[in-house]
């Protein structure tokens, strides 16, 4: 079966630290691309950044620069997502999710095509 | 960057009406656009890419079309498993691009 298993919530204290984790399975790890993304509570998506799980070369958006490091450990299929110095607005569920390339006449789209079932992360003191 | 534009935030539909949701681009984007559906508690799902392309087993009352700044979602015939939250993406200007704030079907 395909998908994307990420670990547990977790609840942090500001300035603390947050590592997530996303099992890929049924396919193999380093032939897509894999995004981060959160959602705040009743609000909407925001990207974080992506990995390539061949290489391991990182992108961020720049709001997350110096903040986030994405990792990956190609032997269990997993990836990570590590945000340091957490504050109460960092609280968010945190998606992984999949993208695979599309081409439409020619022209090559990667969509989101599988996502994780969220980690939520608490930032309270 | 792009800036994406969903509004209205939330419209209030039936079972059966045809339901349009538009998305607009502060720049051209082609048809750099993709359409996600969320329901509560869930992550999102792949309806539509690359402004028109079907996602495999996606019913086919869904569709989409638009191209540069304007884009439209349609659901040809609301059915009850179809109320929830829909967000637009752009990936043009970045890897993982801006998503829209969503627009919420609700019922009637």
């Known amino acids: 079966q395909v998908q994307l298993v990420q670990s547990g919530a977790e609840v942090k204290k500001p300035g603390a630290s947050v590592k997530v984790s996303c099992k890929a399975s049924?396919?193999?790890?380093?032939?897509?691309?894999m995004h981060w993304v959160r959602q705040a509570p009743g609000q909407g998506l925001e990207w974080i950044g992506m990995?390539?799980?061949?290489?391991?070369?990182?992108t961020y958006a720049q709001k997350f620069q110096g903040r986030v490091t994405m990792t990956r450990d190609t032997s269990t299929s997993t990836v990570y997502m590590d945000m340091s110095s957490l504050r109460s607005e960092d609280t968010a569920v945190y998606y992984c999710?999949?993208?695979?390339?599309?081409?439409?006449?020619?022209?090559?789209?990667?969509?989101?095509?599988?996502w994780g079932q969220g980690t939520m992360v608490t930032v309270s003191s | 960057d792009v800036q994406m534009t969903q509004s209205p935030s939330s419209l209030s539909a039936s079972v059966g009406d045809r339901v349009t949701i538009p998305c607009r681009a502060s720049?051209?984007?082609?048809?750099?656009l993709n359409w996600y559906q969320q329901k509560p508690g869930k992550a999102p799902k792949l309806l539509i890419f690359?402004?028109?392309g079907l996602q495999s087993g996606v019913p086919s009352r869904f569709s989409g079309s638009g191209s540069g700044t304007d884009f439209t979602l349609t659901i040809s015939s609301l059915q009850p498993e179809d109320f929830a939250t829909y967000y637009c993406?752009?990936?043009?200007?970045?890897?993982?691009?801006?998503f829209g704030q969503g627009t919420k079907v609700e019922v009637k």
């Open positions: 999710a999949r993208a695979s390339m599309t081409v439409v006449r020619g022209v090559h789209f990667y969509p989101f095509d599988l």
């Open positions: 049924g396919y193999t790890l380093i032939r897509n691309y």
């Open positions: 990995i390539n799980p061949s290489g391991g070369s990182t």
């Open positions: 720049q051209n984007i082609s048809n750099y």
């Open positions: 690359a402004a028109s």
């Open positions: 993406q752009q990936s043009y200007s970045s890897p993982g691009g801006t």
